[in-house]
């Protein structure tokens, strides 16, 4: 939601691959996975802030998800593919697929999609919470848990957006929230769920450190 970032088209995401493959790229892809043609912005209003939940379908995710795993194996991609802030359950099966094909792929999920449901946009504050991917049903939230706790997502991550308070409930309504300052709190919400202290390590920490090779300490 910030500057002309998008790749919209199938046909200039192809080339990205293709000259990745060309160049021989074994580094990092991360992929926002939200396709246009699946969205229907003309419904979303500020007056009722959850239309942005229906305006970014799920189906925008998956089946943009669908095309990043189709492109690289089309293309023979040799670099690690990371679909960043996964927010759907069909979405983390077809990463789960992908990597039994043999695809070097990896998924994280926000805290705020795994705590919170398109109910939170419902009332006075809504729009506060305007994000994109945007905030699922309560039974997809519930599922991305599942897959948590089934080893199917990889880790957390925050995708951190400090926007100003006027940015949030002004046009043009930013999309994205703070993370970060809550971070600390996650720990206990995972553990209040039945995570082990090894495994909230992992998923915060330990597991991107290794796939990324980063030789950094935990604080």
């Not at 007056?47 to 305006?55: I, K």
């Not at 729009?127 to 994109?132: D, R």
């Not at 049903?137 to 006027?166: C, F, N, V, Y």
Request: hydrophobic share 35%; proline share 5%.
């Amino acid at each position: 939601s910030v500057g002309n970032l998008v790749f919209t088209r199938v046909e200039d995401q192809a080339r990205v691959y293709e000259t990745l493959s060309q160049e021989g790229y074994n580094g990092v892809l991360v992929v926002h996975a939200e396709k246009e043609s699946e969205m229907d912005n003309s419904i979303w209003t500020p007056l009722e802030p959850v239309t942005h939940c229906h305006a970014r379908p799920e189906k925008a995710e998956i089946e943009s998800v669908k095309d990043q795993i189709a492109l690289a194996k089309n293309y023979d991609f040799g670099g690690k593919m990371h679909i960043a802030h996964i927010s759907s359950p069909k979405a983390v099966e077809l990463v789960e697929d992908a990597r039994k094909d043999r695809l070097n792929i990896s998924c994280g999920i926000c805290p705020h999609h795994l705590i919170y449901d398109w109910s939170k946009m419902v009332g006075e504050n809504g729009v506060l919470w305007k994000m994109n991917p945007p905030l699922r049903s309560p039974e997809s939230r519930d599922q991305m848990l599942e897959h948590l706790k089934k080893g199917k997502i990889d880790w957390i991550e925050t995708d951190h957006a400090p926007h100003t308070l006027d940015e949030k409930v002004k046009k043009p309504f930013m999309s994205g929230i703070s993370g970060l300052p809550w971070w600390n709190l996650f720990d206990r919400y995972l553990s209040s769920k039945g995570f082990t202290g090894m495994e909230i390590r992992n998923l915060t920490f330990n597991n991107a450190a290794n796939r990324f090779g980063i030789d950094v300490k935990r604080t």
